[in-house]
C-alpha cells in the first residue's frame, strides 16, 4: 500500500498561483496512476486531475481545466498540482490519490487511504 503526504496548500489571492506537492512512499510509485481531489466545505469529494502511470494520459474535471496541471516526478516518487488563476471556489482542502488502475483513480475509487490533505483557501 502506498502512502501519501501532501503539502503545498495556503492562504492566496484570487487569481494568485500555489503548486501542490504529494509525496508518495514505496518502491512501486511508477506502478500507480495518481490524483488529486478536493473537498470543498458542505460538499463531496471531487476529482480534480488525474494521472496514468506513465504520465501520458491526463484527465481535468472542466472547472479547472486551462488552468492547473498535473504532473508527477517517479524518480523522486512526487506528484504536482500546479494551480493558477486561482478562484474562489477552488478553496478547499486538497488530496491525493493512487491506485494501479487509472479508471479507478478517474473514478473516485482508488484503494490508497486518504491524508490528511492540504488547506487550500482562496481570498478575494
Known amino acids: 500500500q502506498v502512502l501519501l503526504v501532501e503539502s503545498g496548500g495556503g492562504l492566496v489571492q484570487a487569481g494568485g498561483s500555489l503548486r501542490l506537492s504529494c509525496a508518495a512512499s514505496?518502491?512501486?510509485?511508477?506502478?500507480?496512476?495518481m490524483g488529486w481531489f478536493r473537498q470543498a466545505p458542505g460538499k463531496e469529494r471531487e476529482l480534480v486531475a488525474a494521472?496514468?502511470?506513465?504520465?501520458?494520459?491526463?484527465n481535468y474535471a472542466d472547472s479547472v481545466k486551462g488552468r492547473f496541471i498535473i504532473s508527477r516526478d517517479s524518480a523522486k516518487n512526487m506528484v504536482y498540482l500546479q494551480m493558477n488563476n486561482l478562484e474562489l471556489e477552488d478553496t478547499a482542502v486538497y488530496y491525493c490519490?493512487?491506485?494501479?488502475?487509472?479508471?479507478?483513480?478517474?473514478?473516485?475509487?482508488?484503494?490508497?487511504?486518504w491524508g490528511q490533505g492540504t488547506q487550500v483557501t482562496v481570498s478575494s
Open positions: 494521472i496514468s502511470l506513465s504520465g501520458v494520459r491526463t
Open positions: 514505496g518502491r512501486t510509485f511508477s506502478s500507480y496512476a
Open positions: 490519490a493512487a491506485d494501479t488502475n487509472y479508471m479507478a483513480v478517474i473514478g473516485g475509487t482508488a484503494r490508497s487511504d
